[in-house]
């Protein structure tokens, strides 16, 4: 049980471009997601915390216009990268949590390019 | 300031040897606990976590942990490190009061030699 998927697992674009990436709890209801960047050999980043039906909440010095957080469902949260650029390519992890977050379950993780 | 802080960005062990992993963090008020593991290119899987239960955890693949509130301190062990074992390692913290958010340390990379 527990299981959040990541789609795609792996994007190249070109600078400019948007890039949307999808987090699914495939077998529980997740009223709590999260959205996680990580630079090579370094932890995780939490970029936002999104609750489903409301507004993300951004950590500071994230900018909420590049990084658009939709919750539109208890089992879908969506991260679009809007206007790519080199200095955005990374690997971005979503995370879940069911009604009671005191754990989170990790999606496979998205790695993004960005040429 | 709430904190959490893994000792040791690098650890290497012989195949069949103890593994050590040590987490300390810094609060006034018992958090949640949580080690986590990280294969290369992959997300986290959950290896084990302290919700004010009982102080030692036992979790997946062998591992386990003991809560230790006058060290704040959340070890994880292994009896007998296996080359599998190898990845990265991350202890995670939620403290009361947020959203469930959790506060990662920086990771240690554990070596398996064989």
């Known amino acids: 049980g527990a299981v959040v998927s990541q789609h795609p697992s792996w994007v190249i674009c070109k600078s400019g471009t948007s890039v949307k990436i999808e987090c699914r709890s495939l077998?529980?209801?997740?009223?709590?997601m999260f959205w996680y960047r990580q630079f090579p050999k370094q932890s995780l980043m939490l970029m936002a915390t999104?609750?489903?039906?409301?507004?993300?909440?951004?950590e500071q010095g994230v900018e909420k216009d590049k990084f658009l957080i939709n919750h539109a469902s208890l089992t879908l949260s969506t991260l679009t990268v809007t206007s790519a650029h080199p200095e955005d390519s990374s690997f971005y992890i979503c995370?879940?949590?069911?009604?009671?977050?005191?754990?989170?379950?990790f999606g496979p993780g998205t790695r993004l390019t960005v040429l | 300031a709430q904190s959490v802080t893994q000792l040791g960005s690098h650890v290497s062990v012989s195949e069949g040897a103890l593994v050590l992993l040590r987490c300390n963090y810094s609060?006034?008020?018992?958090?949640?606990l949580f080690w986590y593991v990280q294969y290369p290119n992959q997300g986290l899987q959950l290896l084990l976590k302290?919700?004010?239960?009982?102080?030692l955890v036992k979790g997946i693949n062998g591992f386990e942990a003991e809560f230790k509130k006058s060290e704040t301190s959340f070890h994880l062990t292994k009896p007998s490190a296996h080359m599998s074992d190898a990845a990265e390692y991350f202890c995670?913290?939620?403290?009361?009061?947020?959203?469930?958010?959790?506060?990662f340390g920086q990771g240690t990379t554990l070596q398996v030699k064989p």
């Open positions: 609060s006034s008020v018992p958090p949640y």
């Open positions: 302290y919700t004010s239960a009982a102080t």
């Open positions: 995670a913290v939620k403290f009361s009061g947020n959203t469930g958010k959790l506060i």
């Open positions: 999104s609750n489903e039906g409301s507004k993300a909440t951004y």
């Open positions: 995370s879940a949590s069911p009604a009671r977050p005191d754990t989170q379950y």
């Open positions: 077998d529980f209801q997740a009223t709590t």
